[in-house]
């Protein structure tokens, strides 16, 4: 009889290289020391690069917001003439780099400071030196108000679109695809720029009766505060739409009416019996008492029939 084990027969010697050779004859001890070391050596290129590297743009940043902060209390005319040469030394820089007319001034910057970063990195940035500067944060402070806000500097970008959640980025995404399933109006022909997936258009109703559709030119934060202000907006209406329950009180209370009702239906039904005996027996005076008698239960059945369909029209039907 052969018998098998999984420990291993054969240890490889320490710092020996693990590949697809020698995986076989390594037993669990070796490969959990092996990995605890890379552990190790991950943390270790954290804090020397990663760590070292945000810790070294929130020190810049520091930087850049008190310029920010004193071309900002400089007056309009000083600030305006910043941005005016921020604007210049970008395209002299680079052809390609014309800006749109609605880029914001902060992003105008940040990309000037920051020539190496990303769509996204600007917009960042830039939003944290609008939030700062909106908060009144002093030309020092900065560097503290990123260190102080949960997430740093996206949770700053998030404060400044007014759309703080616990994972904006989904929440606009299911937005965005909600939107996107709605019936289409009427398709146009409409000037992109290569990261827009979605532009806020506004309709306005001319005198013929057409709409003419404007550009909102919302930046990028308004844009997906627009799209969750949709979403909310739409969960409500639907949320109107949906059948909604009675309460057992209301339930029973038209029950009782229900009950009542057929009680009136009971006493007409005896009213007209006895009204019939008495035109046959020409008794004019008891038909006349008798007609009276059913206008009154008439009223009152209607009543509370009118009662039950208050408490029941709440209820909606599904189409």
């Not at 030394?89 to 400071?113: G, M, Q, S």
């Not at 998030?158 to 606009?172: L, N, Y």
């Amino acid at each position: 009889m052969k018998t098998t084990t999984n420990a291993a027969d054969f240890v490889l010697a320490p710092n020996t290289p693990v590949s697809l050779h020698n995986a076989a004859v390594l037993n669990i001890d070796h490969t959990m020391t092996h990995v605890a070391e890379l552990r190790k050596e991950a943390h270790e290129n954290f804090v020397r690069f990663e760590q070292a590297g945000r810790d070294a743009v929130i020190v810049l940043m520091g930087k850049v917001y008190r310029i920010w902060h004193g071309a900002k209390i400089a007056g309009a005319s000083f600030f305006n003439s910043f941005i005016a040469n921020l604007k210049q030394e970008l395209e002299n820089f680079d052809a390609n780099n014309k800006l749109r007319d609605n880029t914001p001034e902060e992003a105008v910057f940040i990309r000037y400071v920051f020539a190496n970063a990303s769509h996204k990195q600007v917009h960042v940035y830039g939003r944290a030196l609008r939030v700062a500067y909106t908060k009144s944060v002093d030309a020092d402070g900065f560097e503290a108000l990123v260190r102080t806000t949960k997430d740093g500097f996206e949770g700053l970008r998030e404060e400044a679109a007014g759309t703080k959640s616990k994972d904006t980025r989904s929440t606009v995404s299911v937005a965005f695809s909600s939107c996107r399933n709605q019936p289409t109006l009427k398709k146009m022909e409409i000037e992109w720029n290569d990261t827009e997936q979605y532009k806020v258009l506004i309709a306005v109703r001319s005198a013929n009766g057409f709409g003419e559709v404007k550009d909102a030119l919302l930046d990028e934060d308004k844009s997906r505060a627009v799209l969750l202000q949709f979403q909310a907006a739409r969960k409500a209406q639907q949320a109107n739409l949906k059948p909604k329950s009675l309460s057992k009180a209301e339930k029973d209370l038209i029950g009782r009416l229900n009950a009542q009702i057929e009680q009136e239906n009971a006493k007409e039904t005896q009213i007209n019996l006895e009204r019939y005996a008495a035109e046959q027996a020409g008794d004019a005076q008891r038909v006349q008492r008798l007609v009276i008698r059913a206008e009154i239960v008439s009223a009152m059945r209607s009543a509370l029939q009118e009662h039950v369909n208050s408490l029941t029209a709440k209820v909606v039907v599904k189409a």
